[in-house]
């Protein structure tokens, strides 16, 4: 069982940054890819960026450029550096912990946090 807890998500100016942080306990972070996801009102959760163990990162297309993740399998964290933001990257953002060997599957997922992106 792992448990994941989000940060650093608030009210932020179009064109501005938040920085989110993932805190992860209970299993062996390193073996997990790790990811944000984010869901808008009325719309389905969607995929922002995820890492993998060794680092290799993977991000929607809307975001290239502007969201990096990176991972401290040290610190057992994973963050997301939002720059550039938009209004439509209003959404709660949830950190998500993944790991997939043969018969085991195992999908853990944070209580999210809200980011909005307003004038």
């Known amino acids: 069982q792992m448990q994941l807890v989000e940060s650093g998500g608030g009210l932020v100016q179009p064109g501005g940054s938040l920085r989110l942080s993932c805190a992860a306990s209970g299993s062996i972070f390193s073996l997990y890819t790790m990811g944000w996801y984010r869901q808008a009102p009325g719309k389905q959760r969607e995929l922002v960026a995820t890492i993998g163990s060794g680092g290799p990162a993977n991000y929607r297309n809307s975001v290239k450029g502007r969201f990096t993740i990176s991972r401290d399998n040290a610190k057992n964290t994973v963050d997301l550096q939002m720059n550039s933001l938009k209004p439509e990257d209003t959404a709660v953002y949830y950190c998500?912990?993944?790991?997939?060997?043969?018969?085991?599957?195992?999908?853990?997922w944070g209580q999210g946090t809200q980011v909005l992106v307003s004038s």
């Open positions: 998500n912990a993944a790991f997939s060997a043969g018969k085991y599957e195992y999908d853990y």
